[in-house]
T-cell receptor
Framework: AQSVSQHNHHVILSEAASLELGCNYS??????LFWYVQYPGQHLQLLLK??????LVKGIKGFEAEFIKSKFSFNLRKPSVQWSDTAEYFC???????????FGAGTILRVKS | ETGVTQSPTHLIKTRGQQVTLRCSSQ?????VSWYQQALGQGPQFIFQ???????GRGNFPPRFSGLQFPNYSSELNVNALELDDSALYLC???????????????FGPGTRLTVL
């Protein structure tokens, strides 16, 4: 069975600090990988996705993530966070032709202004 | 905004009651997936409907059931509500991977269900 582990449940950063959120998954086959964000009071939005090709993917709002197949990891990064990045971030995986997303427990990011 | 709508936005029920939640998929999508997001957790897959047929189910009891209609909108029904059913229920619409598009799922705003 697939599973996703997010390393930190709560992260507090000051504005302009760099961000890295860890995500590891467990699955033996080919996967699609996603990072979703949930801003306070808003619905889940896709930040970025990896299906194939360049393992370094760029998403919206300056976020990027790197797929490292040997480590089963898909860490999310941003060089300089803003107060508006305060939100909950979810890593998710599905099998290449699978029908369900498996989510991690989420990381709540608070950015202090 | 994703074009996926859900109703109602909030709902309060008591233990033992039944509830129906509704989802309208994004235009052009024929697949709807339902997820349960309990407080402090990530969304958990309940089931998926593709062209009006159930196409996969997560680890949820049979009192969670669903329907998909010819216009691809969908319902989630939960019978004999329990306190632990209190959660945000999300639906997501998509196409299937073999239909020529990455199977990215687009989420609606969710229905917040409280069971007292």
């Amino acid at each position: 069975a697939q599973s996703v582990s997010q390393h930190n449940h709560h992260v507090i950063l000051s504005e302009a600090a760099s961000l890295e959120l860890g995500c590891n998954y467990s699955y033996g086959g080919t996967v699609n990988l996603f990072w979703y964000v949930q801003y306070p009071g808003q619905h889940l939005q896709l930040l970025l996705k990896y299906f194939s090709g360049d393992p370094l993917v760029k998403g919206i709002k300056g976020f990027e993530a790197e797929f490292i197949k040997s480590k089963f990891s898909f860490n999310l990064r941003k060089p300089s966070v803003q107060w508006s990045d305060t939100a909950e971030y979810f890593c998710a995986v599905n099998a290449r032709y699978g029908n369900k997303l498996v989510f991690g427990a989420g990381t709540i990011l608070r950015v202090k202004s | 905004e994703t074009g996926v709508t859900q109703s109602p936005t909030h709902l309060i029920k008591t233990r033992g009651q039944q509830v129906t939640l509704r989802c309208s998929s994004q235009s052009g999508h024929n697949t709807v997936s339902w997820y349960q997001q309990a407080l402090g957790q990530g969304p958990q897959f309940i089931f998926q409907y593709y062209r009006e047929e159930e196409n996969g189910r997560g680890n949820f009891p049979p009192r969670f059931s669903g329907l998909q209609f010819p216009n691809y909108s969908s319902e989630l029904n939960v019978n004999a509500l329990e306190l632990d059913d209190s959660a945000l229920y999300l639906c997501a619409s998509s196409l299937m991977p073999w239909e020529g598009q990455d199977n990215e799922q687009f989420f609606g705003p969710g229905t917040r269900l409280t069971v007292l």
